[in-house]
């Protein structure tokens, strides 16, 4: 494989000297983006963008050829193609998000699904990861990703979104027995699909544990946690001669950082809801931070934007294990502009921090 022209966001993540502070955005290739939105009325629709490998290669590199600040691009796919591979049936209905044709609620339901093999059953992600790849040429890094298993299991059990989680948080207290085999089988399945992504090409991975962050703290660690620890642990962390770096994202998780920095990985994404220098307080070196300004700030003019850049570089403080980013995913109402004035804020101010 090509070698890297960019890796300060490989390095940052293992806390090793870089230039400046690399930056990235959840969701950088997505709907605030006109030409976005023109690679998707050409595939017809969100599902047909992610299955097919050059649309996907296609929306992944837009805002690298918007951006040239950008350190690192991110697979273009879904973490809901786990529970489609599954047999669940994914579709999307128009305003209201994902949708699946069959639900699990019963131990006898969660005993039937099968454990999809990442090459058979997801094929057409690892040939988006490689049609990337080569694309990238070494331009930057490759993110692959997934969902953790409580986060996929909510949308398995629920059926698509929820507002309270309602039908899986009964099950979890009702019939644990049943969720933890759910979680089981999605540990098993989130494993073997990062590691095919990094067999394919993926330089990093980040598991994204959006909706941990609803458990309270008992739960937290049975039913979240202890399983992303599992698929930490079963990952591969090495591959082309490099270091394969792991970021675990809980959104709402600062509570428990320094359990969540406990789990094996490089790296914790860190909401907006938490200050970064008293995060790197709490954890100390045992793991690069990455994240944390709350992305409605980008709608704001340039110069605020900016002055919260500043304020975020700030309270991290000198040294490297920093990766800059949004505490979650680019809104779709984001001026392309204020995307761009964000990133170039990063890089000209962060040099300061490493003298």
Same mark, same amino acid.
């Given at each position: ?15 090793? %000297? ?11 290739? #997505? ?6 939105? /023109?690679?998707?009325?050409?595939? #017809? ?6 299955? $097919? ?20 691009? @991110? *697979? ?17 209905? =128009? ?14 339901? @969660? ?18 990861? =490689?049609? @990337? ?15 953790? %298993? ?30 933890? *085999? ?19 090409? /993926? ?43 792991? @970021? ?19 790296? *914790? ?8 220098? =008293? ?23 340039? !110069?605020?934007?900016?002055? !919260? ?10 040294? =490297?294990?920093?990766?800059? $980013?949004? #505490? ?22 962060? /040099?300061?921090?490493?003298?």
């Amino acid at each position: 494989m090509t070698a890297l022209k960019n890796d300060r966001f490989l390095r940052a993540l293992l806390k090793q %000297p870089v230039d400046v502070t690399p930056v990235w955005m959840m969701r950088q290739a #997505g709907r605030y983006l006109p030409e976005y939105r /023109a690679s998707r009325a050409k595939a #017809g629709d969100f599902m047909s963008l992610c299955m $097919n490998p050059a649309f996907a290669c296609e929306v992944t590199m837009q805002p690298l050829d918007r951006y040239p600040q950008l350190d690192a691009a @991110i *697979l273009f796919s879904d973490i809901l193609t786990i529970p489609d591979a599954m047999g669940q049936g994914l579709y999307f209905e =128009s305003g209201e998000g994902p949708r699946f044709k069959k639900v699990v609620s019963t131990l006898a339901d @969660i005993e039937a699904l099968p454990i999809p093999d990442p090459q058979k059953d997801l094929g057409y992600v690892m040939d988006a990861v =490689s049609t @990337i790849r080569r694309e990238l040429n070494g331009r930057v890094p490759l993110i692959g990703f997934a969902g953790s %298993p409580w986060t996929l299991a909510t949308y398995m059990v629920e059926g698509g979104s929820s507002k309270d989680y309602r039908k899986t948080k009964t099950m979890l207290y009702d019939n644990p027995q049943a969720l933890h *085999l759910l979680l089981d089988k999605l540990a098993q399945t989130v494993t073997s699909y990062l590691n095919g992504q990094i067999m394919a090409g /993926a330089q990093a991975v980040q598991i994204f544990d959006s909706w941990g962050g609803s458990l309270s703290a008992a739960a937290y660690q049975e039913f979240s946690l202890a399983y992303m620890r599992k698929i930490v642990s079963g990952l591969i962390r090495e591959h082309e001669g490099r270091k394969v770096p792991v @970021i675990l994202f809980t959104k709402n998780g600062g509570l428990w950082l320094e359990s969540i920095a406990d789990a094996g990985a490089d790296a *914790l994404g860190l909401d907006w809801t938490c200050d970064i220098g =008293s995060a790197r307080e709490r954890v100390g070196s045992k793991v690069a931070l990455q994240g944390n300004m709350d992305p409605t700030v980008l709608y704001a003019k340039p !110069e605020a934007i900016r002055a !919260e850049v500043g304020r975020i570089l700030a309270s991290y403080g000198k040294g =490297s294990g920093h990766v800059f $980013n949004l #505490g979650h995913g680019i809104t779709p109402e984001v001026d392309p502009e204020h995307a761009g004035a964000f990133l170039r804020a990063v890089h000209e101010l962060s /040099a300061q921090y490493h003298e």
